[in-house]
T-cell receptor, first 112, second 114 residues
Framework: QKEVEQDPGPLSVPEGAIVSLNCTYS??????FMWYRQYSRKGPELLMY????GNKEDGRFTAQVDKSSKYISLFIRDSQPSDSATYLC????????????FGIGTKLQVIP | NAGVTQTPKFQVLKTGQSMTLQCAQD?????MYWYRQDPGMGLRLIYY???????DKGEVPNGYNVSRLNKREFSLRLESAAPSQTSVYFC?????????????FGPGTRLLVL
């Protein structure tokens, strides 16, 4: 079993929809949770960074962490065609700067 | 401010050939990383360098060597390329501010080993 599970998709939604992307994990030591966006043939870029459980909002993006269920989510409101990309979840434990575990990524397509 | 740059963008090698992937960052970051990304596998850490003069193995170091030439540059060398090393390679550097880590990735090098 992988430490981090993520559905690869693809996920297709109409423009304006609310998108929900999710990851589950098995290592309860993970404390820091990240979401990256990766456009085709580009490097990943950090979208959201959260510590422990709770919600964090940044514009149209909301990250949720439920440590009791070992489940993290990224919500995208009012999705745009420019949001079409692969979204990677990632996580690490406290002090483990060198050990970030990534999900395989979910490919999202927002249809105009 | 170019961020993280990688060269080359694309390379084709024959089995047994060697090559060096170059990476440089202009953000004065201490930590630098090399990852490979394969379909269905996600990003996997090959080597990292926590600071100038230090390097350590990551999850998949076999077949690779690295050099942290100075604070800016971190190169990855394949001594004898194998088809299993066909992948997209990403270099990254990390900024740590107030216990928040931000990784900045380069644009990647696509490597095909025949």
């Amino acid at each position: 079993q992988k430490e981090v599970e993520q559905d690869p998709g693809p996920l297709s939604v109409p423009e304006g929809a609310i998108v929900s992307l999710n990851c589950t994990y098995s290592n309860s030591a993970f404390q820091y949770f990240m979401w990256y966006r990766q456009y085709s043939r580009k490097g990943p870029e950090l979208l959201m960074y959260t510590y422990s459980s709770g919600n964090k909002e940044d514009g149209r993006f909301t990250a949720q962490v439920d440590k009791s269920s070992k489940y993290i989510s990224l919500f995208i409101r009012d999705s745009q065609p420019s949001d079409s990309a692969t979204y990677l979840c990632a996580m690490r434990y406290s002090g483990g700067y060198q050990k970030v575990t990534f999900g395989i990524g979910t490919k999202l397509q927002v249809i105009p | 401010n170019a961020g993280v740059t990688q060269t080359p963008k694309f390379q084709v090698l024959k089995t047994g050939q060697s090559m060096t992937l170059q990476c440089a960052q202009d953000m004065n970051h201490n930590s630098m990383y090399w990852y490979r990304q394969d379909p269905g596998m996600g990003l996997r850490l090959i080597y990292y360098s926590a600071s100038e003069g230090t390097t350590d193995k990551g999850e998949v170091p076999n077949g690779y060597n690295v050099s942290r030439l100075n604070k800016r540059e971190f190169s990855l060398r394949l001594e004898s390329a194998a088809p299993s090393q066909t992948s997209v390679y990403f270099c990254a550097s990390t900024q740590e501010v107030s216990n928040q880590e931000t990784q900045y990735f380069g644009p990647g090098t696509r490597l095909l080993v025949l």
